[in-house]
């Protein structure tokens, strides 16, 4: 874990470089007479930059990274992530978990079927209006089917194997681990902004 922040700060250095390096260079090359490229720290640079700041970060992939990491918290503190490295590492479950993994995969052949019914019957409602998959409702969704899968399985879990008992032990795995994920989310609002403002000044 370690590591992987410290990965996560080089990436946030590198990317906070990038971005002061495109509000200089805009600067510079727009003062130069280049007419093509406009200045981040303009009067107009500054009102797209504060007036769309919101925009420019409130993108479905936050979304999804909130999603993703909702279930990713649920998913470890469930005990699912221990009990599937238990199994494939070959070493004895309890009865409690052994149980609690065969009620997790018939939940999840559920799962599949009714997604299944909803995108590949005819007249499917999740396609698109001609019958493709992609583009449609499903492939905008999929990472919504997938992250709500992963939390529904590992609250279904937890019930089983008795490591949620409560109401207040399942609200608590929807974001316990959150805070371990929030270095992604500083990445994605800094390469959201730098992308946002080389659209802009080119």
Request: glycine content about 4%.
């Amino acid at each position: 874990m370690e590591k992987t922040k410290r990965i996560a700060l080089i990436i946030c250095k590198l990317l906070l470089i990038a971005n002061l390096l495109v509000v200089l260079l805009s600067w510079i090359i727009s003062a130069m007479g280049n007419t093509d490229i406009r200045s981040l720290i303009s009067s107009e640079g500054l009102r797209w930059f504060l007036g769309n700041y919101v925009d420019i970060i409130a993108t479905p992939v936050l979304a999804w990274l909130l999603l993703l990491a909702i279930a990713y918290s649920c998913f470890r503190q469930s005990g699912l992530s221990d009990a599937l490295s238990k199994r494939f590492m070959g070493d004895k479950l309890m009865f409690k978990q052994r149980l609690a993994l065969r009620v997790t995969i018939i939940a999840l052949i559920a799962i599949i079927a009714i997604v299944s019914l909803l995108v590949f019957t005819p007249h499917a409602v999740l396609l698109s209006p001609v019958g493709s998959i992609f583009p449609s409702p499903f492939s905008r969704s999929i990472i919504p089917i997938i992250a709500g899968t992963v939390t529904i399985l590992s609250l279904l879990y937890g019930l089983v194997s008795g490591t949620i008992n409560n109401a207040e032990t399942a609200f608590m795995c929807l974001y316990s681990e959150i805070k371990n994920l929030f270095p992604i989310f500083i990445i994605y609002i800094l390469a959201a902004q730098l992308y946002a403002c080389l659209r802009f000044v080119f």
